[in-house]
């Protein structure tokens, strides 16, 4: 029987869930077998997932119930994420606050085994399961913050969704990480950022075939050209968001891409349209029982409907939905208020449980060890070892659920001019040497002129008057040599000083060929300094026709910087590896193509692994030894590049080298 039990299950699958979920149903009721109904469970609650919260609950709290029952704790840790997901849709905030506490402190057990036979989604996964599951408890609360309105809160968890995704290189966790991000600074109007996360996001969906929730992404990058007043594309990515909300059954991603397209409509004053999107995204929120969403719930719907019925001049229908939109908004805002103050009794009442569980060890281990002590020292050790105790447990506990705006930006600060210090310690060995030139020149005419003086005194003194006169035009020529080496050596440090400070973000045209230039030698000469067995052979070819280009100097600077800085320590590792027989060449070339201005930085080393080629970019992301680099340096310059309008991109071929390419507006 078991074994007919798998077989129909494994036919029912392929032909989809969505018209088989009956079927599954039957087998589900019929089989005693544990994996067999964990996995009916698993598939029946991804067909609810994005379509109807109380029964995709209920097949989240059927697969808990069976995991506990064969002792499956990473089953039952995913199971447990998945109910906290269900209760936040359904506003039930506490209760997803309570099962992600739940399913934290399984996968915080040292003892949590790493090996299981369960499958735990529809998306295989192999690997590293205790960082799976971190990955998805900070996912769900990054929604349980969005819930909240927390924007650093969800900033934090997505992107440590995401990080984790990255690491352990499963692509649902990536993509849902970088889709919601991409949400987070929706909301804050930050929108180059959203259409990068949006479009990564796509790229992995599409790349991984995990599209469930493609439609989402859809109508994201459509409120970014919204927002940037190109209705034509927007709506096009609207309907996409329809199209593949209603191919994938996410329901959620269909009613809130209707939402889109009814606002569009209602705001050009179709009436039409905009009543046939108000009429479908109630029906859509009706069936999928989402009644708290910050987005999408019930109220909303009523009130679409309603403005709809008003804008076709039916107004009897009109006020009706009004009424309701009132009605069913004031039960919702109890709802959502009392839903807070859930979660956050519950936070309070954890804290509470956690102080009294150390409390308690502490008073049973005094009673054993400190019969002798008097009872203000007692008090007081008891005080600190709580508090102690508690701050740990507090700090475990923030890794998932808490994280401030304030610590956020303060890293992101450090980080960035961390990064952009550390760089000025690469230049400063080049500064000191280019510095040098200037000076030398500075001292060498100044005592060639007081010997001139001394001779034009002399002169005088005999009455030559031709002979002064020359060495006077002489020492006027020297002079205008001090100034001219003088002045370099002021725009050197001028440089300097420019890298280091933070940008003012004005831009102003700057010579291109002299930029690269600069930078080059500057990159040259610092590593120079460090390790004088470092050499390699510089080819330039720049276009004169590049001229000067509206930018930011000081910032671009630091992107050829890095370019050019990572092109010689792949060389010379290089060269380090194969030893003679090789030669480390660089090469640094300016072009202008039509309205574009192209900087590049070729080299010949041993080029980046197709495996890692689409993570060079991301933050953190480094090849280099522990200690020798921050994995921020690409990052920031593929955002310096994109917030000038511009692309950063790269061309590799393994075992012979990499193009890195920064390419500008002309007229920006």
């Known amino acids: ?16 869930l969505h018209a088989q979920v009956d079927s599954l149903r ?7 077998d544990g994996e067999m109904q964990h996995n009916l ?29 064969y002792g499956k704790k990473v089953p039952e840790a995913y199971s447990l994420i998945s109910r906290a997901y269900q209760f936040t849709g359904l506003g039930r905030l506490g209760e997803a606050y309570r099962s992600l506490l739940d399913a934290f402190a399984i996968i915080d057990d040292p003892k949590l085994s790493q090996k299981e036979d369960w499958q735990l989604s529809v998306s295989p996964f192999k690997g590293d399961v205790r960082k799976l599951l971190r990955s998805y408890v900070h996912h769900i609360s990054g929604i349980l913050m969005l819930r909240t309105e927390n924007i650093q809160q969800q900033i934090f968890h997505f992107s440590e969704a995401g990080r984790m995704g990255t690491e352990i290189n499963y692509a649902p966790r990536q993509m849902l990480a970088y889709m919601n991000l991409g949400l987070v600074y929706l909301s804050i109007n930050k929108l180059d950022s959203v259409l990068y996360y949006e479009k990564l996001s796509e790229q992995i969906a599409y790349r991984s075939g995990f599209v469930k929730f493609l439609g989402i992404v859809k109508f994201t990058i459509g409120d970014v050209y919204k927002a940037k007043g190109d209705d034509a594309t927007a709506l096009a990515y609207y309907y996409e968001g329809v199209k593949w909300g209603k191919e994938q059954h996410n329901l959620n991603a269909w009613n809130r891409s209707y939402m889109r397209l009814y606002r569009h409509y209602f705001a050009a004053g179709n009436s039409d349209s905009a009543l046939y999107y108000a009429l479908n995204n109630l029906r859509l929120v009706q069936d999928m029982g989402q009644i ?22 039916q107004f009897d229908s009109a006020f009706k939905y009004q009424g309701l939109a009132l009605t069913t908004k004031d039960s919702l805002t109890k709802i959502r208020i009392r839903s807070l103050s859930d979660l956050q009794n519950l936070s309070f009442g954890e804290q509470l449980r956690l102080q009294n569980l150390e409390k308690e060890r502490t008073m049973y281990q005094n009673k054993v060890r400190t019969y002798a002590l008097l009872s203000g020292i007692v008090v007081f050790v008891l005080v600190a070892v709580i508090l102690y105790r508690n701050n740990r447990q507090k700090h475990k506990t923030n890794k998932v659920l808490e994280s401030t705006l304030s610590n956020l930006r303060s890293t992101q600060s450090q980080l960035v001019q961390s990064e952009k210090m550390a760089s000025l310690g690469e230049l ?41 006169k020359a060495i006077a035009d002489d020492v006027i020529d020297n002079e205008q040599k001090i100034n001219h080496h003088g002045k370099r050596a002021d725009a050197i440090v001028k440089g300097m000083l420019q890298h280091s400070r933070s940008s003012n973000g004005v831009k102003e045209p700057t010579d291109i060929n002299a930029l690269t230039d600069e930078y080059l030698r500057l990159a040259y000469h610092g590593l120079r300094a460090k390790d004088k067995s470092f050499n390699v052979a510089m080819q330039t070819d720049f276009d004169p026709t590049v ?22 320590y792949v060389v010379d590792q290089k060269k380090k590896e194969i030893g003679e027989g090789y030669e480390p060449i660089v090469s640094i070339s300016t072009k202008k193509n039509d309205d574009k201005v192209e900087i590049s930085v070729k080299d010949n080393g041993n080029g980046i692994p197709q495996k890692i080629l689409d993570k060079i970019f ?19 310059s593929y955002d310096i590049v994109k917030a000038h309008g511009g692309e950063l991109k790269v061309e590799t071929k393994e075992g012979e080298g990499s193009i890195f390419s920064i390419i500008l507006p002309a007229n920006n």
Not at 26 to 32: F, I, P
Not at 629 to 634: A, E, F, I, P
Request: glycine share 8%; charged share 20%; aromatic share 10%.
């Open 1 to 16: 029987m078991r074994i007919h039990i798998k077989m129909l299950f494994f036919l029912l699958v392929p032909f989809g």
């Open 26 to 32: 039957k087998v589900l009721a019929r089989t005693t």
């Open 41 to 69: 469970c698993r598939d029946i609650y991804n067909f609810y997932e994005e379509q109807n919260r109380d029964s995709a609950l209920l097949y989240a709290e059927k697969k808990i119930a069976i995991a506990r029952k």
């Open 292 to 313: 708290s969403g910050t987005e999408t719930n019930l109220g909303v719907a009523y009130e679409y409907l309603s403005k709809g019925y008003q804008l076709n001049h």
């Open 428 to 468: 400063t060995a080049g500064i000191a040497h280019e510095i040098q030139n200037p000076l030398n020149f500075v001292n060498n005419f100044s005592e060639v002129n007081t010997e001139l003086l001394t001779e034009m005194k002399d002169e005088l003194n005999k009455g030559n008057i031709d002979d002064a």
């Open 547 to 568: 001229g000067s280009v509206n930018i930011i100097p000081q910032d671009i600077g630091r992107v050829i910087l890095n370019l050019i800085t990572n092109a010689f």
């Open 618 to 636: 991301q933050p953190f992301f480094t090849t280099k030894p522990t200690g020798q680099g921050t994995g921020l340096g690409l990052s920031l």
